[in-house]
Each structure stands twice: as structure tokens, then as C-alpha cells.
């Protein structure tokens, strides 16, 4: 049996183009080979059990290897195999079909570097870093022939007689010259680790190095000696394929330190799990922060049926929660598309949501369920809730049922608690509730006491994050303004029942008044003299709210 033979398509030049697209992340082939190798093995598994492949499945384990010196990178599996009919079908038609699609679509597009690695080349891939490549491969079927194929990368293939014994299949990769460094152990090694971590079938590279006891020496003490095993670069069933009942919490906080190795435990975690109307598995989780600084994007890596794909989230995951780690595992999120078309993704929007919700039911669940241990994490949560209350209407609505307010004697409030609490002393002119608030509680020590005296309750907000919160807080609260406690406006509140006695003449306060202005110098500042009662402050020097919120917009930039 000797066949030669055309690939038909249109695009003549299809390899130079595809090369030129994928460049900078040709790693994805073994991805892609490493994958098809997986599937064909689950095939044979799943046609055994349904009976209708009745041989020995034998050792199914997936191999990489390499060999510097023939420049070949070879994957091995022993999956359900192909004949060369089959050959001629899946490899020919319709791998390079899909090839010829990618090029069809993307030739004049501009953003390449959002496709590279989102389009499931699949087996044309391999021409990235090979410029021949070689299937031997032996089919599952009775009375199968080996087959060999090879191509050289343009559109001519031949098809002659293999030499497999084995069921299964080989692709070996005769890599070119631009693309040598990937003949290296810690280069194949890392692109393993990255991609193919988590994948269903045991995938072994190379050997490695193991202690294992041998025997008790002439004291009594165990011995051990080092033997050579196989080296499986993967778990092959990571925990959020598991049901959450057969997990415990060791087993979450294991996988994040696996995940994350140098991260401290995370706070809490979601483990989703659904299948209707889209499926999605996956572990998010709260890791500990201690300031917005140390925030982090991009930490939850995506993954397609147990292979990964990016941990460029951003459409997948509602953007505050971009801070959670974890990972997010769905054959339904199209991989193959560019961020515009995934934005409008019917999918994509309801995966969105649900997180959001999950995210959501999760919090409020933690509120209800132990208030006094939602008050001691709030310092870590309060960050993640208060981003999300600015940025998505759909989690403010959630969240103002358990976004906590702190006061200066370290109380908490929800919202709706803290209005009812100052409703009646802390009431302007116009009958707007004022919340006070310290953005440095050492620094405005003086007004927070001052306030305190009069039976005001001054709030503590002092992250970066507050500033967006208090205007977020002012647009959604009816009638409620925030203002710091060192506003001028802070001593002008409704306060009836006190009154203070001044022992300065109404000429003497007068005078004190305009000796500090000439001082200051500054029409932004208000000077009031409230007399020399020693349980008072005799002087007050207060910046509008107003004033003050736009010279700290113009220090800051006003972003986040
Ligand atoms: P996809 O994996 O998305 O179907 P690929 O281009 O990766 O697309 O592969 C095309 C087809 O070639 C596969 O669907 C499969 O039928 C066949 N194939 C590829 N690799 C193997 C393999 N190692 N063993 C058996 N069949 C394979
Ligand atoms: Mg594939």
C-alpha cells in the first residue's frame, strides 16, 4: 500500500500564514496533541465499557519524549488508533479544514494576539514548530493494517504501511530550526505543567528520581534507595471535577496551595457546579489581601474539559471578580472566537451572572449564618463587596443586605441598621440623614471626639476603595450624605437638645475668628469658635465636603 495524495484546499500558502498568526504562542501543539491523545484514550475507555471493544486496554498512560540528536518530539497514546481510511477523513478533511477555516476568517484581522491560542487548531498546530510530521498509527478494529502518514507542511501528504504493533498512535514531530529550543526537557517540562496539569489520563515525561525505603540497616534503622520512576506530569482528577460532599476543607486549601504555592490560606471558597443551561465546574476562591495594592487580576485560570486554556478571564468572569482566585473549568465557553464576539456570547453572559449570584448567595449565606464571624473577616471581605457594589448594579442590589459599615468604636452596621441608628441626631436642615466618616481616625482624632461629644457616631473610611464607595453610597441611600468629620457642615447638624456655652463674648469670638482666617489665609476653610468650655475644642477649622472631595479628586487623578 503506497498513496499519494492532495489535501484540498483552496489557500495554497496556508502554512506560512498560520505560522505567521501563531507565532509567539506556538507551545499550544503539544497542547493540542497532548489533548487529541487523551481523547482518543477516553474513546477506547468508553467503547470498552459500552462493549464494543473487547481486547486488553492495557497501560493507557499518554508519553511525551524527545530526542535531540533526530530533532523529534513524539506523543504517544494508546487510544482507540485510526486506519488509514480514517486517516484520510479525520486528517486530511477535516483537521485541515479547520485549518483552512482559521485562515479564511483571520487573514486580515488586526487583533491576532487575542485569537493566538483561543482557536483550537487542533492537530494543524503541529506545523507551528514541525516541518514534517509523522502519524504511525495502528487502529482498535479487527484486522486493522498499521498506518503511516506523513506531510511536510504543504498541502501533499503520503499514506503507506505502519509498523505499530500496539493499538494506538504516535505523532512525531520533526521539529524545525526556529523552533529547536523546544527539545529540551525544562521547556517541554514547563509547557506540560501549564497546559496539561490537570488532564483526565495519566501523561508521562521522562523519568524522575524517588527515595523508597529499603530495608532496615544493622541498627534497626530504615534504609532507602533511589529508583528511577515514571515522571506523570498530572493529577487526573483535580478537585473541581469532584462533588463538593466528597471534599473537605483540607482538600480545598491543598489545591489553592498547589495552585498558589506562596499565597497564604485563602478566606473562604465557592465550589459551582451546574449543568443546566450551560455546564460549569469550578473552585473560586477569597484569597487574603491586605490591601488594595496587593490585588492581583488574572488569577483564575480557565480550563476546557480539565485542559487549560488562559487565565485571561476578562469576559468570562464579572470584572470585580477578577480579584478571586481558583479555577473555572466549561466546554461551553467558545475558545475559538475573538473578545468581541465572547462578549456577546449568549453563554458567556449567563456564566457571568451566575457567578455573580453564587458570589453573592455565598456572602450573604456567611452573613446569616455567623454575624460575629462576618464582622471579624470584614476587614479582608470588605474589599471584594464594596468593588462590587460600585461596579455592578446587579451586586449592589445583593450586597447591600451584608456590606458592613465600621464606626470608630469598632461596631459594625449594615446600611439599613446604621441610618436607623443616626436618623434622629444626625439630621440637616433638609432633612438629609448626614453619616460621618474619618478617613484617618488618628489624624481627625480631634473631630471624631469633638463629634462624639455631641452624640454623633463617625464612621471609619479609610481604604482607597472608600472614596468610590461613599459616592456610590450617596447616589444609592435616599436622602443620606456622607460627609467627613472635619466638614464645616459636620458641626451645623440638628443637635437641639444641647446647647453650648460660650464664655467668649459675642465680640471676643469675633475677634479669635479673624485672627485665625488671616493666619490660614485660605477661603476654603471655615473657622468657628465655640469658646473656651474646657470639654470643648475653643476652635474648629473645617473644609467643605464639597471642596475637599474635588481637591482630593484633583490629587488622585479620581481613578482607581
Ligand atoms: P479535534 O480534536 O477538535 O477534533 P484535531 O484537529 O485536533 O481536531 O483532530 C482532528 C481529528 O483527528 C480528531 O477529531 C480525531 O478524530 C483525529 N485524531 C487526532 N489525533 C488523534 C489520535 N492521537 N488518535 C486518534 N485520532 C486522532
Ligand atoms: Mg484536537
Not at 456572602?363 to 454575624?371: H, N, S, T, W
Not at 448594579?393 to 446604621?418: H, M, P, S
Request: aromatic share 10%.
Amino acid at each position: 500500500m503506497q498513496e499519494k495524495g492532495t489535501i484540498s484546499i483552496h489557500t495554497e500558502n496556508i502554512f506560512p500564514i498560520i505560522k505567521k498568526f501563531l507565532y509567539s504562542d506556538n507551545e499550544i501543539f503539544l497542547r493540542e496533541l497532548v489533548s487529541n491523545a487523551v481523547d482518543a484514550t477516553q474513546k477506547i475507555k468508553r467503547l470498552a465499557t459500552l462493549g464494543q471493544y473487547n481486547g486488553d486496554l492495557g497501560d493507557t498512560t499518554v508519553e511525551v519524549s524527545f530526542d535531540k540528536d533526530k530533532k523529534t518530539i513524539t506523543i504517544s497514546d494508546r487510544g482507540l488508533g485510526m486506519t488509514a481510511e480514517e486517516i484520510k477523513k479525520y486528517i486530511n478533511q477535516i483537521a485541515f479544514s479547520g485549518a483552512a477555516e482559521f485562515v479564511e476568517k483571520f487573514k486580515d484581522a488586526k487583533d491576532a494576539n487575542e485569537i493566538i491560542g483561543k482557536f483550537g487548531l487542533g492537530f494543524y498546530s503541529a506545523f507551528m514548530v514541525a516541518h514534517t510530521v509523522e502519524i504511525n498509527t495502528l487502529s482498535y478494529q479487527d484486522g486493522a493494517e498499521a498506518a503511516r502518514w506523513t506531510c511536510d507542511g504543504s498541502t501533499e501528504f503520503e499514506i503507506s504501511k505502519g509498523d505499530r504493533k500496539e493499538r494506538g498512535t504516535d505523532i512525531i514531530l520533526h521539529i524545525n530550526e526556529e523552533s529547536e529550543e523546544f527539545l529540551d526537557k525544562w521547556k517541554l517540562q514547563g509547557i506540560l505543567d501549564k497546559y496539561c496539569k490537570f488532564l483526565p489520563v495519566p501523561i508521562k515525561f521522562e523519568t524522575k528520581t524517588e527515595s523508597v525505603e529499603d530495608g532496615k540497616d544493622d541498627k534497626g534503622e530504615t534504609k532507602y534507595k533511589s529508583v528511577e520512576v515514571d515522571n506523570i506530569i498530572n493529577t487526573t482528577d483535580p478537585i473541581w471535577t469532584k462533588s463538593p460532599n466528597e471534599l473537605k476543607d483540607e482538600d480545598y486549601l491543598a489545591f489553592y496551595k498547589e495552585l498558589y504555592p506562596m499565597s497564604e490560606d485563602p478566606l473562604f471558597w465557592i465550589h459551582l457546579n451546574v449543568d443546566y443551561p450551560f455546564n460549569l465546574t469550578g473552585v473560586l476562591y477569597f484569597p487574603k489581601v491586605k490591601n488594595e495594592f496587593e490585588l492581583q487580576k488574572n488569577k483564575i485560570k480557565l480550563f476546557s474539559r480539565q485542559v487549560f486554556i488562559t487565565d485571561e478571564v476578562k469576559d468570562i468572569v464579572p470584572e470585580f471578580l477578577m480579584l478571586l482566585h481558583g479555577v473555572i473549568d466549561s466546554p461551553d465557553i467558545p475558545l475559538n472566537v475573538s473578545r468581541s464576539f465572547l462578549q456577546a456570547d449568549s453563554n458567556v453572559k449567563k456564566i457571568n451572572n451566575y457567578i455573580t449570584k453564587k458570589v453573592a448567595d455565598k456572602l450573604g449565606e456567611l452573613y446569616k449564618k455567623d454575624r460575629k464571624a462576618y464582622e471579624e473577616k470584614w476587614n479582608d471581605i470588605g474589599l471584594f463587596v464594596k468593588y462590587g457594589m460600585i461596579s455592578e448594579e446587579k451586586f449592589y442590589e445583593k450586597g447591600k443586605d451584608f456590606a458592613l459599615l465600621k464606626n470608630t468604636k469598632d461596631e459594625y452596621f449594615t446600611l439599613e441598621e446604621y441610618k436607623e441608628k443616626v436618623k434622629v441626631a444626625q439630621t440637616d436642615k433638609d432633612d438629609n440623614v448626614i453619616f460621618l466618616y474619618a478617613t484617618d481616625a488618628e489624624k481627625q482624632d480631634t473631630f471624631i471626639q469633638s463629634a462624639n461629644k455631641k452624640d454623633y457616631d463617625v464612621l471609619v473610611l479609610d481604604s482607597p476603595i472608600d472614596s468610590h464607595f461613599i459616592n456610590q453610597l450617596e447616589q444609592k441611600l435616599e436622602k443620606t450624605n456622607l460627609k467627613r468629620v472635619d466638614a464645616d457642615v459636620a458641626d451645623k447638624l440638628i443637635n437641639k437638645d444641647q446647647s453650648f456655652s460660650n464664655v467668649l463674648t459675642e465680640e471676643q469670638s469675633t475677634k479669635v475668628r479673624g485672627i485665625f482666617e488671616k493666619a490660614i489665609n485660605n477661603q476654603n476653610f471655615t473657622v468657628e469658635v465655640e469658646g473656651l468650655n474646657p470639654e470643648e475644642l475653643p476652635v474648629t477649622i473645617t473644609m467643605e465636603e464639597f471642596m475637599r472631595r474635588m481637591k482630593d479628586m484633583a490629587q488622585t487623578g479620581g481613578g482607581m
